[in-house]
C-alpha cells in the first residue's frame, strides 16, 4: 500500500470526496457500487464485484434472491440428494 498523495478532511455525514483524478483512474463512477474492506488499521475502498456466498468466488455470479451464487456451487447444488 502506498500513499495517494492526498489528505481529505472527513465532513459531519462521515462522508469523504474522492479525488477525481483517483476515480477515474480506479473507473469509480457516481453510483457505482464501493465495498468497504479493513485490514488491521486500513480502511480499504474497492469497487464492489458480487462474491458467491458459499465459496467468495466471482466467476459466472448470479442473483438469486438477493444473495449471489456461482456457476460451480449452483451446480454442485443440484447434484444435492433429494429431500424427504
Ligand atoms: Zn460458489
Given at each position: 500500500?502506498k500513499?495517494?498523495?492526498?489528505?481529505r478532511?472527513?465532513d459531519?455525514?462521515?462522508?469523504i470526496?474522492?479525488?477525481?483524478?483517483?476515480?477515474?483512474?480506479?473507473?469509480m463512477?457516481?453510483?457505482?457500487?464501493?465495498?468497504?474492506l479493513?485490514?488491521?488499521?486500513?480502511?480499504?475502498?474497492?469497487?464492489?464485484?458480487?462474491?458467491c456466498?458459499?465459496?467468495?468466488?466471482?466467476?459466472?455470479?448470479?442473483?438469486?434472491?438477493?444473495?449471489?451464487?456461482?456457476g460451480?456451487?449452483?451446480?454442485?447444488?443440484?447434484?444435492?440428494?433429494?429431500?424427504?
Amino acid at each position: 500500500m502506498k500513499p495517494a498523495g492526498v489528505v481529505r478532511k472527513v465532513d459531519q455525514l462521515g462522508r469523504i470526496v474522492l479525488p477525481k483524478s483517483l476515480r477515474k483512474r480506479y473507473q469509480m463512477n457516481e453510483g457505482d457500487p464501493v465495498e468497504i474492506l479493513v485490514q488491521g488499521d486500513h480502511i480499504i475502498l474497492e469497487r464492489y464485484r458480487p462474491k458467491c456466498v458459499f465459496c467468495g468466488s466471482m466467476e459466472e455470479v448470479k442473483e438469486f434472491k438477493e444473495r449471489t451464487i456461482c456457476g460451480q456451487c449452483l451446480t454442485e447444488m443440484n447434484h444435492l440428494p433429494k429431500l424427504g
